[in-house]
């Protein structure tokens, strides 16, 4: 079984005016979806997801993207950067795990009737 993982960090908070720049990004609301290839008894694929949010810091040294010719590809990239590859690690083995245990539960919950 294979999982595709969708990082989502389009969700932003920016101070007005940092360094002379204006709309510094400073914190990520990040979305991480794993999606399995393995389809549930609807034909659906199993998924789960993981959210939080994660600090990033003004890079001096790098050269400023202006807030409107950013994506999310270099807002997941600074995002994966400042988490260190250990705690991206963590967050997409936590995902498979959920997943795993959709595929293989462990417990389920069952009503007994009258």
Sequence with gaps: MAITYNWNCKTVDV???EADHTDVVYN???IVTGV???LNS???PYQSTS???QTVALNPESEFIPFEDLTNETIVGWTKEAM???QVSSIEAGIQQAIDLEINPTS???TIGD
């Design 108 to 110: 389920v919950t069952m």
């Design 36 to 38: 399995s290839d393995e």
């Design 42 to 44: 609807e034909g659906d």
């Design 84 to 86: 260190g590859e250990e």
């Design 15 to 17: 101070h007005p005016t």
């Design 28 to 30: 990520v609301h990040w």
């Design 51 to 53: 959210i939080g949010t």
